[in-house]
């Protein structure tokens, strides 16, 4: 593609900055992505790992890609394949005992009898709940949250929201507001008894969150991570055909045809800011580029930290800055099996297999793990989630053989007493393999190959600060209007002609499209479209 001058440049091409090229340019800007790896996609990416063995490198499961998006960058017609889960979570128990939940309400609510007939007969009503709530989070996803200092168009924003909220009943009111502020643990005390019922549902708690599911304002990561759908189905998650990468390859061809340059290789350096004005970066090969819009899909710690001169900021949003918290805790591994592994709870291959298998049997569990990643840096007894994807996608792996997405807490961003990761890291992926290996004995003579990204390494890959896969703490006080600051919830700074896109903004971690969307709205608003272009 032959080079322009561009009206806006994006910082990093993962699917955010795929995202808000693409209806910048729909609405006639001229768009170039700087992208640091050789590869499009961000954290969202398919590649070989071992020999004849591609998965999902970092993000690895798909829900809240926003449907919307989907339509307007015709992916579907583009070639995006979702497969969902035929049983959304398996959890083996030890002794024999395992739970599988999914496929129907009824299904579930049989599955859960068998620990607790009193927790099935109450299952309706907490999905109900959560589906109130679930609800609000999709309205609010592709809505730009009113900002301090945003003048007329903030204060219809909140007006709007608080409507939202005064339309429910106080009972859905009193739930949605505990659903915000409370502990996973006190929550799920208020619905159900059984322990393995709570471990289900709790798990979603600390998925790319480092917190205790004892942590007061985890219920909310659970709520976050049952917003979305696949298909039309509302709560569903699924395997993308052809891994994580094949959404960013089909936007990245949406962005093509819609004359969008796309530049990999080309790791930014330094925001360029004049007179209080953003007009351009610096790569790291010392070339300037100038434009009008400088968007950032990278994180508000990165792009802050690390890309801007502190003298370049006020001293209060500094401050603020400061105190912004990232480190989800997590450390992902992509297996090569020879074969499927074998669980002892429930032998053989089947449904249970192609669902998100949790080994962590309970909340003290989760709690234990947590505890020891903050004494120790990492937990010697982890929470671990497995997927095999290919059980459902051949393309991922040799005929015969499979490969595993291991998604792995408590895992601390930095470790005590001096110590580094690239130290630590084979020790921790052997705490890994040996909770895979007590639920399925055997397991380790699978392996073929492997790929390990510790904290450290999914920052030195991808540029997330702390290894957070969410850019920043899903927490109350990074949260709509709050994130990632007060003041600079409108995908704007305090520098002028500066925006950021990427999941450090509204509504947040995953990979949803909806920051990117809501960037680009904003911009075309300040420019007079007034958002007609994304309707």
């Known amino acids: 593609m032959q080079s322009f001058s561009p009206d806006a440049l994006i910082i990093g091409g993962g699917h955010n900055g795929l995202v808000c090229a693409y209806y910048l340019a729909r609405a006639g800007m001229k768009v170039r992505i700087l992208e640091a790896r050789d590869v499009i996609g961000g954290a969202a990416v398919t590649e070989e790992f071992h020999p004849g063995f591609c998965n999902s490198t970092a993000s690895y499961t798909v829900s809240l890609l926003q449907p919307k998006i989907i339509a307007d960058m015709g992916l579907v017609e583009r070639g995006y394949r979702v497969i969902e889960r035929p049983k959304s979570n398996f959890l083996p128990l030890g002794d024999g005992q395992y739970l599988l939940l999914g496929g129907s309400l009824a299904a579930t609510q049989q599955e859960i009898a068998r620990f607790s007939e009193s927790d099935a007969a109450r299952l309706p009503e907490y999905y109900a709940m959560l589906e109130t709530a679930a609800t609000i989070l999709r309205d609010l996803a592709l809505e730009i949250p009113p900002n301090s200092g945003g003048g007329a168009l903030a204060m219809l924003a909140g007006i709007k929201t608080a409507r939202r909220f005064a339309g429910l009943s106080p009972l859905q009111q009193h739930e949605i507001i505990k659903l915000f502020t409370l502990s996973a643990r006190e929550l799920l005390d208020q619905w159900f008894e059984s322990g393995p019922i709570k471990a289900a549902f709790g798990f979603d708690a600390i998925v790319g969150n480092y917190a205790s599911p004892d942590t007061p304002g985890s219920a909310y990561v659970l709520l976050h991570h049952v917003f979305g759908e696949v298909n039309g189905k509302h709560g569903q ?33 330094h925001v360029l800011v004049e007179r209080g004005t953003a007009v351009g970066v610096r ?48 450390f992902r591994m992509n297996l090569a099996l020879r074969g499927l592994p074998d669980f002892t709870d429930l032998p053989g291959n089947g449904e249970h297999l192609k669902s998100g298998i949790i080994m962590a049997p309970s909340l003290d569990y989760m709690d234990r793990a947590y505890q020891d990643a903050r004494r120790h840096g990492w937990s010697r007894e982890p929470v671990v989630e497995m997927l ?12 015969g053989q499979h490969v595993a997405s291991l998604f792995c807490q408590q895992f601390a961003p930095q470790l005590p007493d001096g110590r580094h990761w690239q130290e630590e890291r084979g020790a921790a992926v052997a705490s890994i393999l040996a909770v895979v290996e007590r639920h399925a004995p055997g397991f380790g003579e699978l392996i073929l190959g492997q790929m390990a990204l510790s904290p450290f390494d999914l920052e030195r890959k991808f540029g997330l600060i702390g290894g957070d896969i969410f850019h920043g703490r899903m927490s109350l006080d990074q949260l709509w209007a709050a994130r990632p600051v007060i003041g600079a919830a409108g995908y704007k700074g305090p520098i002028q002609g500066l925006y950021m896109c990427g999941s450090g903004t509204h509504p947040g971690g995953g990979v949803t499209g909806a920051p990117g969307h809501n960037a680009a709205n904003a911009i075309l608003r300040e420019r007079g479209f007034l958002g007609r272009w994304l309707g």
């Open 283 to 330: 790569t790291a090969r010392g070339e300037e580029i100038r434009a009008s819009k400088i968007i950032a899909n990278v994180g508000p710690k990165l792009l802050y930290d690390r890309l801007i001169d502190p003298a370049d900021l006020p001293a209060d949003f500094r401050r603020m800055m400061t105190g912004y918290q990232c480190g989800s805790g997590s």
């Open 237 to 269: 998650w699924g395997h993308v055909i052809g891994g994580m990468g094949r959404i960013t390859e089909l936007m990245a061809e949406a962005c093509r045809e819609a004359r969008i340059e796309i530049c990999l290789d080309t790791p930014v350096d």
């Open 388 to 399: 095999i994807p290919s059980l459902v996608d051949d393309s991922l792996a040799p005929a």
